[in-house]
């Protein structure tokens, strides 16, 4: 076990761990708080498999956007600040084997299938923002572009969606989308 | 490194999406489980860019389309929610049931304002 072995197992027992205590606290907020955790041991876990900037823009958008706007959420709907035990459906032992079950079938299949797979992480810089910023101008020009569209598009969408008085201005029912 | 490591961490991560988008019935906790399972993709996506010394960098790039769109989603998702909550004073999914299919024990539950325009109660229902 090299030391890169030791350091991406402890990064993903956190990561686990913590994704764990997401979708199993009582207290809505602390699942925000433990998906933080979460993201920000996946990030380092990037670092360790030598993907610079994909850590960095985790950290940026993950734990800096997304979580905030789950936050925002959550402060929004007014849920219940302390603990509280509606958050579960009554059939989550059903979710929980369906959950074990695939679980299973992935670990098995990706153990038997890459199990002694090794991959050299030596060569520094292949993940660098410089790598991946001309990968993405001079390969994938066009589905960044699209990219673009796509998330002008959601943001003008979430606008319409949640302002009301976008739907007041026009009277009838069918027409307000 | 061997490639057991990542590739495991993604599909116990993956799973405890699918356990957090199956048992939770607050629909933003449902949103935080459907992050959790993009964020398993995205490792294995980077795992094996770069197990497979992509010159392209495909998987990576791939990786930073997925946190775009995720973050799309989440915008998307979150008003969607806002606008539920807006109309029907709770986001409990389980609640919801206004597209179900009609069964003789299980009455739709009615919107909380009686005002509440039912079209467009649907209609958000019919995104989510």
Known sequence: ?177 | MHLAYPTVVAALLFSIGVYGVLARRNAILVLMSVELMLNAVNLNLVTFDVWLRDRLHGGQVLTLFTIVIAAAEIGIGLAIVLLVYRNRRMIDVDRLRDLAEDRTDERPVRPARPDAEDGAVRDEEAAR
């Not at chain 1, 734990?63 to 007014?78: C, D, S």
């Not at chain 1, 989550?92 to 098995?108: D, S």
């Not at chain 1, 969606?161 to 201005?169: F, G, N, Q």
């Open chain 1, 1 to 177: 076990m090299t030391g890169q072995e030791i350091a991406f197992a402890l990064l993903g027992a956190v990561a686990v761990g913590s994704a764990l205590l997401v979708v199993t606290t009582r207290r809505l907020v602390h699942a925000a708080l433990w998906l933080v955790v979460s993201f920000g041991a996946l990030a380092g876990g990037y670092l360790v498999l030598t993907a610079e900037f994909v850590a960095w823009v985790q950290v940026l958008i993950y734990v800096g956007a997304i979580v905030v706007l789950l936050l925002f959420g959550i402060m929004l709907t007014r849920a219940p600040i302390g603990a509280s035990a509606e958050l579960d459906s009554p059939n989550r032992w059903i979710a929980a084997a369906v959950a074990v079950a695939t679980a299973a079938v992935l670990v098995t299949v990706l153990v038997m299938g890459f199990g002694d797979e090794r991959m050299p992480l030596a060569d520094g810089g292949a993940g660098s923002a410089e790598e991946l910023g001309s990968a993405v101008f001079r390969t994938w020009v066009l589905p960044f572009e699209v990219l673009s569209v796509l998330l002008l598009a959601s943001l003008v969408g979430a606008i319409v969606l949640s302002r009301p008085d976008v739907r007041a201005k026009n009277g009838d029912r069918e027409g307000e989308r």
